[in-house]
């Protein structure tokens, strides 16, 4: 999946600054970021409020990556079809879709939840999804945890 985080930001905003001091206000300006339950609706709400609209469509992006030019699925279709598509025995699949974990900054944005709840409605009615705590360190926690196993190697 090559809609991420940093590919996103770097379009809109520019690349990621380097010192601490510049680094604050970008975190400042990333955290007031919102996701539309629909988008369009929301653009025509403000469509003369430029730095506000700005705020709806970079997470947009995350849902529908044809808008940055790019043809990768959206997270929530990409999901679903990792999920769908995954060759398991037994209720593995149905254990899966029971456990749907959100995670990372992006995650975090006010709105994220309910739209991803929203769209993947639309895909599948029998999911359950569940957000970590704390969406930007937990990644990094997981991914050490899953590094140290002995069957790494076998999944990287």
Known sequence: YRVTGKVVTEQHVGPTPSSTHSLKGWIAKKQELRVALDFAEKM??????????????????FFKPQMIKNEEKGIVQFVHDVIE????????KGRLWKNVICSGGWTAHEGFEVRFQQDMKALKEDFKL?????????????????SSLHTFDKHA
Not at 133 to 139: E, L, P, T, V
Request: charged share 35%; hydrophobic share 35%; glycine share 10%.
């Open 44 to 61: 025509g709400e403000l469509k003369d409020e430029e730095e506000e609209m700005l705020r709806y469509t970079l997470p947009e992006t």
């Open 85 to 92: 598509d995954y060759e398991c025995a037994g209720d593995l």
């Open 130 to 146: 569940h957000f970590v705590k704390d969406r930007i360190n937990d990644i990094v926690l997981g991914g050490s945890v899953f």
